[in-house]
């Protein structure tokens, strides 16, 4: 009997752990059995395998090989253990010597012609791995720029079977290092704020949005400037730290949408997805593997929602839980998943059906006007920080040319301010305004009382509900930070309530 074993990494999300291959040689009747809570795709993989190995030129083992994958308790899917599978069998036949594969990490799919092809979650795979111990990794060649991001990890890429084989022997060194994968080009720079004709109301809504990380409702016309607003927002918020942007990183090699022209997602993302989009893109899920829907592919950045009346109620109200919580979580009969979502929600919205630029032209009837912003629904919309409302472009702003504040400038104002932040929440999980509880902030500040009394008239009135009072708060601490003052002042209570309720600033 011959009995070698290599390691892979399942994947649980973006939570990984090693998985031990094993693979035994014994006597009897040819065949290879595959055990471990496996699913179809690792299952057929003894048939990828073996005709991979046969076409790399290496005799397939004429003996009853069983692979055994453990923990036998974690689910295990797709094609990323094909690599690891494949050597456990060679070095149980002594192609290769044990000692060699046994302190590695091997993630990878194998074509039948011996090509070793790239799989998703390759970062979240190796980071794993590195907290558990493990220090070398071999990864499909276009895998290799991802990986290179597990610091810590020694890290080759593997073009061919063949190629890992003859390393592995010591024969020859075929294998690629990180600094021999293509170099990235640049990535596209943001479409610039300053492009955005008038609208000072909605600018100082966005910059307020962006300091204090509020989610953000647009109400205007077509062509008011609410897509391109949502747009910019990106290029005015600071760049992730290094541990959001490892996240962020993860969550789309996880989704398969890692994008080819970098590594390393450095910038907060801007998802946007059509009205018509199902519950499980927008929240997360799927058949049999549960993928990461657009709330989390927003982690770190921005979900844009245009023409939000137009989605279905029931995806919207999907909404109110991660962006309370920063995660959501997806679950089955048999297991559940948790994914980050700490996003930055914008909406944007028309006024009325028919979308007229003034009210005279409108056509629609008043229940119609009444029933199409209703189908944003009152719990969803109280979790909405700001909300503005944008009115037609003014001709004489189109025609005189003239542009407003680039993204560079009011970057630079949302950075300080969220730096300010950062020291005000300094010791504690939070950054941001729009992170912090509301007990919290209510024991840090209190407003005064000619502020208090103007609070509590809106509370009476109905304008605020108890969840709209904390919020409000949050926005006079973002107006200070954007200041540079220390509390908030009166002229910050009430921009924020004029934020808050919608009001002409």
Same mark, same amino acid.
């Given at each position: ?11 649980? =999300? ?29 299952? $057929? ?135 021999? +994968? ?16 008038? $609208?000072?109301?909605?600018?100082? +809504? ?17 062509? +008011? ?26 969550? #789309?090699?996880?989704? =398969? ?63 109110? $839980? ?16 948790? #994914?980050?979502?700490?996003? $930055? ?26 029933? #199409?912003?209703?189908?944003?629904? =009152? ?86 509900? =108890? ?39």
């Amino acid at each position: 009997m011959a009995l070698a074993r290599t390691w892979a990494v399942g994947l649980d =999300g973006i939570v990984g752990g090693l998985v031990a291959v094993e693979a035994d040689l014994a006597a009897g009747l040819p065949g290879t059995t595959v055990i471990g809570m496996v699913d179809a795709a690792i299952s $057929q993989a003894r048939d990828r395998v073996r005709a991979a190995v046969q076409n790399s030129g290496i005799r397939w083992p004429d003996r009853r090989i069983t692979l055994a994958l453990s923990p036998a308790s974690l689910r295990k899917s797709g094609a990323g253990y094909d690599v690891a599978l494949a050597v456990a069998v060679l070095a149980a036949a002594g192609v290769v010597p044990v000692n060699a594969v046994e302190a590695a990490v091997f993630v990878g799919e194998l074509g039948l012609d011996g090509q070793v092809r790239p799989v998703r979650g390759v970062l979240p795979s190796l980071l794993a791995a590195r907290d558990a111990g493990r220090t070398a990794a071999f990864v499909a060649r276009d895998n290799l720029a991802e990986a290179a991001l597990a610091e810590g990890m020694t890290v080759r890429g593997v073009r061919t079977l063949t190629d890992l084989i003859g390393y592995l022997r010591g024969d020859d060194d075929n294998l690629l290092r990180p600094h021999d +994968a293509d170099d990235p080009p640049v990535g596209r720079t943001p479409p610039d704020l300053a492009d955005v004709v008038g $609208q000072p109301e909605a600018r100082t +809504a966005l910059e307020v949005a962006a300091a204090g990380g509020h989610h953000l409702l647009m109400i205007g016309p077509p062509g +008011a400037g609410k897509s391109m607003l949502a747009n910019r927002l990106p290029g005015i918020l600071p760049p992730l730290a290094t541990r959001e942007s490892l996240e962020v990183t993860a969550l #789309y090699s996880v989704a =398969g949408l890692l994008p080819d022209d970098v590594p390393l997602m450095s910038t907060p993302p801007f998802v946007d997805p059509h009205h018509s989009a199902s519950m499980a893109s927008i929240v997360g899920g799927g058949t049999g593997t549960i993928r990461p829907g657009s709330v989390s592919l927003a982690h770190r950045g921005v979900l844009f929602l245009d023409e939000a009346p137009e989605f279905a109620r029931r995806v919207m109200d999907s909404l109110r $839980q991660p962006m309370e919580d920063g995660s959501v979580l997806i679950a089955r009969s048999t297991h559940a998943i948790r #994914y980050p979502a700490r996003f $930055q929600l914008v909406l944007a919205a028309n006024p009325c059906p028919c979308a007229a630029a003034r009210d005279l032209d409108c056509s629609c009837p008043g229940l119609a006007r009444r029933t #199409y912003l209703a189908r944003l629904s =009152g719990p969803l919309l109280d979790r909405v920080d700001i909300r503005v409302d944008l009115p037609p472009l003014d001709p004489a702003s189109l025609m005189s040319g003239e542009r407003g504040e680039a993204s560079a400038t009011v970057a630079h104002r949302v950075r300080l301010a969220r730096e300010r932040s950062a020291h005000r929440w300094r010791g504690t999980p939070w950054r941001c305004a729009a992170e912090v509880p509301g007990p919290i902030v209510r024991r840090h500040w209190r407003p005064d009382r000619a502020e208090e009394d103007l609070l509590e008239r809106a509370v009476r009135t109905g304008r605020l509900t =108890g969840r709209g009072y904390d919020r409000v708060l949050r926005l006079a601490l973002t107006s200070a930070d954007l200041a540079g003052r220390p509390t908030p002042v009166n002229q910050d209570v009430v921009l924020a309530l004029a934020l808050r309720s919608g009001e002409a600033l």
